[in-house]
Nanobody
Framework: QVQLVESGGGLVQTGGSLRLSCAGS????????VGWVREAPGTERRFVAA????????YYVDSVKGRFTISRDNAKNTVFLQMNNLKPEDTAVYYC????????????????????WGQGTQVTVSA
């Protein structure tokens, strides 16, 4: 089992940047693929980005490609989401999620395939 805690959310203007952090704890944190999933007001949770256990592969939803970068530091049990050129459409609660069995792009891009979730951190982008 792994426990996840997100941080780094806040209020930023259009075009600004934020870096989200996901701190993990557990004996096998480095074995998990990790994703970021967001929930905008009045919507369901949707996949944003994911990274495989060793950081060898990353995946993004089309709307954030070129703007967001996911990375991880397994020595520090931490996954990051660097968010640049933010838009009002990015406003949402962002959740860090871990997948104990997944690893393929097909599975990680489906937000329903994740096993463990953090509490979420609010990101608000003003016009």
């Amino acid at each position: 089992q792994v426990q996840l805690v997100e941080s780094g959310g806040g209020l930023v203007q259009t075009g600004g940047s934020l870096r989200l952090s996901c701190a993990g704890s557990g004996r096998t944190f480095s074995d998990y693929a990790v994703g970021w999933v967001r929930e905008a007001p009045g919507t369901e949770r949707r996949f944003v980005a994911a990274i495989t256990w060793n950081g060898g592969n990353t995946y993004y939803v089309d709307s954030v490609k070129g703007r967001f970068t996911i990375s991880r530091d397994n020595a520090k049990n931490t996954v990051f989401l660097q968010m640049n050129n933010l838009k009002p459409e990015d406003t949402a609660v962002y959740y860090c999620a871990a997948d104990r069995l997944g690893g393929s792009r097909y599975l990680l891009e489906n937000e329903h395939n994740y096993d463990y979730w953090g509490q979420g951190t609010q990101v608000t982008v003003s016009a």
